[in-house]
């Protein structure tokens, strides 16, 4: 099993940025491919950005596209997601996930794909 925990959230203005981070527990965090996901107020939650086992691939939303980059550590058994020149429409709560996959190069972008969920930060951009 793994534990997932998210910080680096906060409150920044429109066109300011933050690095996200998500610190797991356990041995076998290379094993899994690693998702970012967001639920903002009244919406479902929606997928960000996910990376592949080894950190060779990646997906994203086309909504974050040029400003979001994901990227993981295995030695740290962390997973981050840099955030650059962020909108109001940013606002939401993001969570980090993990996901078993059979091929290492998988980088899935479904929310049922995921198995382990963290409790996630609150990213809140002013105008």
């Known amino acids: 099993q793994v534990q997932l925990v998210e910080s680096g959230g906060g409150l920044v203005q429109a066109g300011g940025s933050l690095r996200l981070s998500c610190a797991a527990s356990?041995?076998?965090?290379?094993?899994?491919?690693m998702g970012w996901f967001r639920q903002a107020p009244g919406k479902e939650r929606e997928f960000v950005a996910s990376?592949?086992?080894?950190?060779?691939?990646?997906a994203y939303a086309d909504s974050v596209k040029g400003r979001f980059t994901i990227s993981r550590d295995n030695a740290k058994i962390t997973v981050y997601l840099q955030v650059n020149n962020l909108k109001p429409e940013d606002t939401a709560v993001y969570y980090c996930?993990?996901?078993?996959?059979?091929?290492?190069?998988?980088?899935?972008?479904?929310?049922?794909?995921?198995?382990?969920w963290g409790q996630g930060t609150q990213v809140t951009v002013s105008s």
């Open positions: 996930a993990a996901a078993i996959t059979y091929y290492s190069g998988s980088y899935p972008v479904l929310e049922s794909e995921y198995v382990y």
């Open positions: 990376i592949s086992r080894s950190g060779g691939n990646t």
């Open positions: 356990g041995r076998t965090f290379s094993r899994y491919a």
